[in-house]
């Protein structure tokens, strides 16, 4: 279990859920997600969303030629670590996970780096949709955490290990960004009843793929 310090959280940020509950991998999700932006749009529409949905699937391609063929570790993950679904009881300290509606086995650096852009939501403003990435942490905070985790299993982790955790999260970044990116144009179609600006969320989220891309795969 990934552990974070959070207070007793009780609301959880439902809106994430009212989405495709299929299990998932940080490629394939996205995948399942451009198809779904096409089927969405209107007839008139569709041939600018082809072309726009063709240029995402050349980022998803790019991602998985990247990601694909590295060693790297498996686990039953979360995929949606957002701080209301964080829960600890702060008499025994223990941590609780809820909220498993996008959980499956996947990379254990693409639940990780979720968390981490995370971090830069407060859902709990007048203006949940907005983010503010200078919250995401630093390499030192980062460092930490997965120093933490890789030695919850009760081995000291080695230099080697952690900084080739950290190099699988920077990437795994791009993913998480691309794939709520996707979920915001959806969801702001099929939930047009509930009270959130998905698509100034989802243009948070590709423009910080876009600027956030050239240092994670170079300029190409």
Not at 197 to 202: H, M, T
Request: net charge neutral; charged share 25%; glycine share 6%.
């Amino acid at each position: 279990m990934i552990k974070a310090q959070f207070k007793l959280e009780c609301s959880t940020r439902s809106n994430k859920s009212k989405i495709s509950r299929r299990r998932f991998s940080a490629v394939g999700v996205v995948q399942t997600a451009v198809a779904g932006q096409r089927s969405l749009a209107p007839a008139k529409k569709r041939k600018d969303t082809d072309r726009q949905a063709g240029s995402k699937g050349d980022e998803i391609a790019v991602l998985e030629k990247t990601l694909s063929g590295v060693e790297q570790s498996v686990g039953f993950c979360h995929n949606d670590l957002q701080y209301g679904n964080i829960m600890i009881y702060e008499e025994t300290r223990q941590v609780t996970l809820i909220d498993y509606e996008y959980a499956s086995f996947n990379p254990i650096a693409f639940d990780i780096a979720n968390h981490f852009c995370e971090m830069a939501a407060d859902y709990h403003t007048a203006t949940p949709h907005m983010l503010d990435f200078s919250k995401y942490p630093d390499i030192e905070e980062q460092r930490r955490f997965v120093q933490t985790y890789l030695s919850s299993a009760g081995e000291k982790p080695s230099d080697g290990e952690v900084e080739k955790l950290l190099g699988l999260i920077a990437k795994y970044t791009l993913a998480s960004h691309l794939f709520w990116g996707l979920w915001g144009i959806i969801s702001a179609h099929v939930n047009k009843n509930i009270d959130f600006e998905y698509k100034e969320y989802a243009r948070q989220r590709l423009d910080q793929y876009w600027q956030t891309k050239p240092g994670m795969l170079g300029p190409n």
